[in-house]
Nanobody, 115 residues
Framework: VQLVESGGGLVQPGGSLRLSCAAS????????MSWYRQAPGKEHELVAS????????NYADSVKGRFTISRDNAKKMVNLQMNSLKPEDTAVYYC?????????WGQGTQVTVSS
């Protein structure tokens, strides 16, 4: 199982970024996918998750209405569209999957929201 995130960077408050996670090594369409983030000195926080078929999503209260998770099972990709970014969204963002009880994390991508 391998997850590779991309799309992070530096953005001004109010701006947008789109994160992507490329998955391999497992049957992608069978599993729920999630995005987590970890800010300096804080625990991992679940940001959003999406069901295997893409018909059910969940979001942290702090990002509802601003972030959208989506997936493309044919391409084995999960995306996180982040709009109206705030300085408190600054963190390393990780893709996550649990396959047969084993949790795998990507290497993470840094998102910095600052003027």
């Amino acid at each position: 199982v391998q997850l590779v995130e991309s799309g992070g960077g530096l953005v001004q408050p109010g701006g947008s970024l789109r994160l992507s996670c490329a998955a391999s090594g497992f049957t992608f369409s069978y599993y729920r996918m999630s995005w987590y983030r970890q800010a300096p000195g804080k625990e991992h926080e679940l940001v959003a998750s999406i069901s295997s078929g893409g018909d059910s999503t969940n979001y942290a209260d702090s990002v509802k209405g601003r972030f959208t998770i989506s997936r493309d099972n044919a391409k084995k990709m999960v995306n996180l569209q982040m709009n109206s970014l705030k300085p408190e969204d600054t963190a390393v963002y990780y893709c996550n999957v649990r396959v047969r009880g084993v949790v795998t994390w990507g290497q993470g991508t840094q998102v910095t929201v600052s003027s």
